[in-house]
């Protein structure tokens, strides 16, 4: 799927640069150019830096102590 129609950047092109290290959508602007054109993609290009963080994160699970899970 497009995501930057005036570069003509794919998803996959942002979920790589990600991959890659980029974490801002300057660093994502840098490495594939999708944000710099007109602009108007730039709310999806974060979300999906978020979403390739989010997933690449490891997971948290936060522990409750066995008496506050009891009240």
Not at 19 to 30: N, P
Not at 32 to 50: D, F, Q
Request: glycine letters at 12%.
């Amino acid at each position: 799927m497009f995501v930057c129609h005036c570069i003509g950047v794919r998803e996959g092109e942002i979920r790589r640069a990600v991959r890659a290290g980029a974490s801002t959508l300057r660093q994502v602007a840098r490495a594939c150019g999708a944000g710099t054109g007109c602009g108007g993609c730039s709310p999806l290009v974060a979300e999906i830096v978020a979403s390739e963080r989010d997933a690449s994160s490891p997971l948290r699970v936060a522990v409750v102590p066995e008496t506050a899970a009891a009240s």
